[in-house]
Nanobody, 121 residues
Framework: QLQLVESGGGLVQRGGSLRLSCAAS????????IGWFRQAPGKEREGVAC????????NYVDSVKGRFTISRDVAKNTVYLQMNSLKPEDSAVYYC??????????????WGQGTQVTVSS
């Protein structure tokens, strides 16, 4: 059974940093891409970043490029999202999700419970 658990959210001031973690179990990162998504109140869920199963491909939504970095530790079976220069508009519940068996950043079907990120101005 695929399971994902996010942690690391919290309250931070504008310009601050947070590192989110997504601990995976029931599968290894070498077989699934992992994506980070976020959803703010009243808004649709948005894809933020993704790392492929090989770890060789990453992509980001334009609004976070240059500020957020997705990475992974295969030994710990954990994916991270380093968020720097945070802005109030980054405030949302952040979720990680596992991609399909092709190892690409598509077909996300297993989701974590989410972690709240709040950026104060």
């Amino acid at each position: 059974q695929l399971q994902l658990v996010e942690s690391g959210g919290g309250l931070v001031q504008r310009g601050g940093s947070l590192r989110l973690s997504c601990a995976a179990s029931g599968f290894t990162l070498n077989y699934r891409a992992i994506g980070w998504f976020r959803q703010a109140p009243g808004k649709e869920r948005e894809g933020v970043a993704c790392i492929s199963s090989s770890g060789g491909s990453t992509n980001y939504v334009d609004s976070v490029k240059g500020r957020f970095t997705i990475s992974r530790d295969v030994a710990k079976n954990t994916v991270y999202l380093q968020m720097n220069s945070l802005k109030p508009e980054d405030s949302a519940v952040y979720y990680c999700a596992a991609g399909g068996v092709a190892g690409l950043c598509t077909d996300f079907g297993s989701w974590g419970q989410g972690t709240q990120v709040t950026v104060s101005s």
